[in-house]
């Protein structure tokens, strides 16, 4: 595994690499699932799963530059396959610096605990929906409340899904 | 040229790419264009893997609840059911084929009783990829006839409206999104007000004066008022009533189950119709089917 890792400074933390094309196939099904899931599991639509594989590849990768580009790409994506009143950009900026942030933390701290994946999970979880309420009060002039009730239920169950859904990504790392 | 510190790239970056979309959302709301040609190419990449994803969810949830489900029922049949697994199997895909059939039926129906009224089905192949929006994606699109704007319907009532039209799909606006809204008025008293969605289950009425009497469950229809769909189609029900300044705060129980659509109907028509059926067929004649409708021809 010498070639899948690197050590950085004080840290020695791994920074982790995937099977050839593991990153873009994961990212569309993430996408495809998103939006077919709901359509008869009506309950899924609180899963985000565009943003639990972008928090995923950048705690993996660790990497801010990887981790905020993927972010983007995956946000502005999410945002044209979301119709046209959500506006290109939305979830594109949000997802950017969650997946800034998300390769930052990675790259200080040891992630890999269930404990901790589910605590950085809900936070992230928060932290994205508290920039995509940012967003539409500021830029875009739309009221949007900061907190309810369903964003903690939501955040709470996108973190207990993120456990077991990182344990099935960890598959996808090159040995 | 001034370097940049290497741990500071990464921050540069993110600055870049942020001022970056900020644009693109500037772009967007002051030319009020929605990055069409963006959203068509992943659309079109996107919807035949949402097609074949639908298909295969429906065929796992149809499994699951006419097997899996009442497996533990009863425990007594426990070695009978064993023994006719692969018959319940077939029973199975029968009951998914047949419930298909009645929903079907259903649509056909409806669209036998209103044919003056161009209109097709359409198989919901897809949601919102974002809690953001409230939207459905349809397994039919330009080359089916289908424009922007046209209206959405099933045999229960109203779903909502076109919003983008792509040659082999298309997108729809449902009744509950936050910017979805609809002419209607009460059956009863015959008030007029929009209704629209609030991004939840219920619909709400905004302008129906406090003087006027709403009743529970009172029925609201569309008014034809908006153009998009005709009159007297079901919107929902009321569902809760509540006194406000200067109008009532009425919330109304969709007609149509939003939540789980699997058909839908989409009216191929941008004029006004009229609905025409059985039992009302003294009323003004229905345009030609197909009246007002651009050719069903796909543009490349």
């Given amino acids: 595994m010498n070639d899948a890792f690197d050590i950085r400074g ?57 981790g905020l580009l993927l972010g983007m790409v995956i946000g502005l994506l999410q945002d044209s396959l979301s119709g046209p009143t959500v506006p290109l950009g939305l979830y594109g900026i949000a997802k950017t610096i969650i997946g800034y942030l998300a390769s930052s933390i990675g790259a200080r701290l040891d992630t890999e605990h269930p404990a ?60 | 040229m001034v370097a940049i510190p290497s741990r500071h790239k990464s921050l540069v970056l993110l600055a870049g790419i942020i001022v970056l979309q900020v644009l693109l959302l500037a772009v967007q709301i002051k030319r009020e264009s929605k990055g069409r040609l963006i959203r068509v190419w992943t659309v079109g990449a996107a919807s035949p893997f949402e097609r074949a994803g639908s298909y295969g969810f429906g065929w796992v949830r149809d499994l699951w609840r006419h097997y899996f489900a009442l497996q533990n029922t009863t425990k007594e049949n426990e070695q009978i059911r064993h023994e006719n697994d692969a018959l319940k199997l077939q029973i199975t895909q029968l009951q998914g084929k047949a419930a298909e059939a009645d929903r079907l039926a259903a ?61 082999n799909a298309a997108q729809v606006l449902l009744l509950t999104d936050k910017e979805s809204g609809v002419g209607a008025m009460l059956a009863d008293s015959r008030t007029q007000s929009p209704v629209g969605g609030q991004g939840e289950p219920l619909l709400v009425m905004k302008y129906v004066p406090n003087d006027d009497t709403v009743s529970l469950g009172e029925r609201v229809i569309t008014s034809g008022m908006d153009r998009i769909f005709p009159r007297d189609l079901p919107v929902g029900t009321v569902a809760e009533i509540k006194s406000g300044n200067p109008f009532k705060q009425i919330r109304i129980k969709p007609a149509a189950n939003l939540e789980r659509l699997e058909e839908v109907l989409v009216l191929l028509s941008l004029r006004p119709l009229e609905m025409k059926n059985e039992e009302n067929t003294g009323d003004a004649q229905p345009h030609a089917p197909g009246a007002g409708n651009p050719p069903p021809v796909a543009k490349r």
């Fill in chain 2, 107 to 167: 649509l056909l129906n409806f669209r036998q009783s209103h044919a003056g009224v161009p209109m097709i089905a359409a198989r919901v192949i897809g949601a919102s990829a974002g809690a953001a929006s409230q939207t459905i994606q349809l397994d039919r699109g330009e080359r089916d006839g289908i424009r922007k704007n046209m209206g959405v319907i099933t045999p229960d009532g109203v779903v909502g409206k076109v919003v983008e039209s792509y040659p």
């Fill in chain 1, 116 to 175: 901790a994946r589910f605590a950085l999970t809900a936070a992230f979880f928060v932290a994205h929906q508290g920039l995509m309420v940012l967003t539409r009060r500021i830029l875009l002039a739309q009221p949007e409340p900061w907190f309810s009730v369903h964003l903690f239920v939501a955040a709470l169950v996108n973190a207990f899904v993120a456990v077991f859904l990182f344990l099935l990504l960890d598959r996808l790392r090159r040995n």
């Fill in chain 1, 10 to 66: 004080e840290s020695h933390i791994e920074v982790h690499k995937f099977r050839a094309g593991a990153i873009i196939i994961a990212t569309l099904l993430a996408l495809v699932i998103q939006a077919a899931f709901p359509v008869h599991f009506s309950k899924a639509a609180i899963l985000d799963l565009p943003l639990l594989v972008t928090i995923y590849f950048g705690l993996s990768r660790r990497n801010p530059s990887t």
